[in-house]
């Protein structure tokens, strides 16, 4: 295996000094938007008013924008619409066609083509929804989608037949039948806010909401699932952050992919999160040419440890229609959580699940290290391929030799 300090066969930098480039903090900056006045540029009202949203647009902020991305752009809101905020349109490297954060946001027209598996409701949401804007799935909680709109819109998204209402999707948010679904069934004990983005609504109205949510007595615990700290992080003000203060124990996850998303402004915002005791998770898709790379997977990773945030899940991707060029293999998949496990904190490795097509849930998908397992014994592999044994016994105490290291190389 190759050396972290070892050079890559391509001239490029060895894999450490990626590592620590990676993880260095940047200012999105101001780009073209260099004239706007701080309080303009810093009002998240203002990034919403100013989103790209046409392929004209982004001809003119991107002149390097290919025929292939014109084309996507041009078709994009037949289907999923097209929006950045500028601040997330800085981050994009215009002299990289491939840029990571370029191919999270920019449609292409692969977007079009649709596989024969893939599917417009991949996880069964609408089959598990007993009132619209609500979905039951697990036992002892539900996902509440409460708006359709989103900061920017991501090309993956799993929801994209609900959001930006590109394709027609009948959304009614229903926040009465809703909540009074959560108050008839007393199993469930956490409610999961998502959508589109939740953080998306005033402050006022995401109070109501919480509020209401916070009175059931059998809801013990709030979550909020957002992209907007990594879209939009001045969405995340002071003001925000005392309101959700007031309604623990509310969980955040945010979902961000690539190192580069976690900007000096990302890291602020996280920072006022974590402040007002939110405790933070994320969750990342794992993207072809995006993050399918286990060097730059232990960056992100460990830089979202640096900005006080868990790395939660890491998702396979979906199998959402028009998806199937930015889909890594699962392969791919878990030789990175291989890299990831024992070689980094362990507070720093997410759970890679596969969200089982069809409405089957998450389903944890893990490298191989229990080898075998019988009634006396069960031989593991750490994360050095090294084995080991340890001695099992019905009842649970260890009978018979002491647990050794195996050496028995056609098992490594
Ligand atoms: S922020 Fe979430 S819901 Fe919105 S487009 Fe991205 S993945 Fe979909």
Not at 129 to 153: E, I, K, N
Not at 357 to 365: A, I, L, Q, R, S
Not at 384 to 391: A, L, Q, S, T, V
């Amino acid at each position: 295996m190759k050396d972290d300090n070892s050079p890559a066969n391509d001239g490029e930098p060895p894999p450490s000094q990626r590592l620590r480039v990676w993880k260095q903090f940047h200012s999105a900056g101001r780009g073209f938007w260099r004239d706007v006045s701080d309080a303009d540029w810093n009002n998240w009202r203002w990034q919403l008013q100013h989103r790209i949203t046409t392929a004209e647009q982004l001809q003119k902020f991107l002149p390097t924008l290919t025929p292939e991305e014109f084309a996507g752009a041009k078709l994009a809101n037949h289907k999923l619409a097209l929006a950045i905020t500028p601040y997330f349109f800085n981050l994009i490297d215009p002299a990289d066609e491939h840029c990571p954060i370029r191919l999270q946001v920019i449609p292409k027209v692969a977007e079009m083509h649709t596989a024969s598996w893939e599917m417009s409701d991949p996880c069964g949401e609408d089959s598990h929804s007993p009132v619209p804007g609500l979905v039951h799935r697990y036992p002892d909680r539900v996902l509440f989608l409460v708006t359709d709109r989103c900061a920017a819109y991501c090309r993956y998204c799993t929801r994209s037949r609900l959001v930006s209402n590109a394709s027609g999707y009948d959304f009614h948010p229903e926040f009465d039948r809703q909540i009074g679904y959560i108050a008839q069934h007393p199993e469930i004990r956490d409610v999961l806010l998502s959508g589109g983005d939740p953080l998306l609504l005033s402050d006022e109205k995401l109070e109501s909401l919480l509020g209401r949510l916070r009175a059931i007595p059998h809801v013990e615990f709030l979550r909020i699932g957002s992209r907007i700290p990594t879209f939009l992080p001045q969405r995340i003000t002071p003001e925000l952050c005392a309101m959700l203060k007031k309604f623990h124990p509310l969980f955040l996850s945010i979902h961000s992919n690539h190192p580069r998303e976690l900007t000096t402004e990302v890291r602020d915002a996280l920072g006022r999160l974590a402040d007002a005791g939110i405790p933070l998770g994320n969750q990342s898709v794992l993207l072809k040419h995006v993050n399918d790379d286990a060097m730059v997977m232990r960056a992100h990773v460990q830089k979202l440890l640096i900005c006080r945030v868990k790395p939660y899940y890491l998702y396979q991707c979906d199998l959402i229609s028009g998806s199937a060029h930015l889909r890594a293999s699962v392969s791919r998949g878990l030789e990175i959580m291989e890299q990831l496990r024992g070689h980094t904190t362990g507070y720093a490795v997410p759970q890679y699940v596969i969200d089982a097509p069809g409405g089957g849930g998450k389903v944890p998908v893990n490298p191989e290290y229990v080898l075998c397992r019988n009634a006396g014994r069960v031989l593991i592999r750490n994360y050095e391929g090294k084995i080991f044994e340890y001695p099992e016994a019905p009842d649970g105490t260890p009978t018979g030799k002491p647990p050794k290291e195996i050496e028995e190389p056609e098992l490594v």
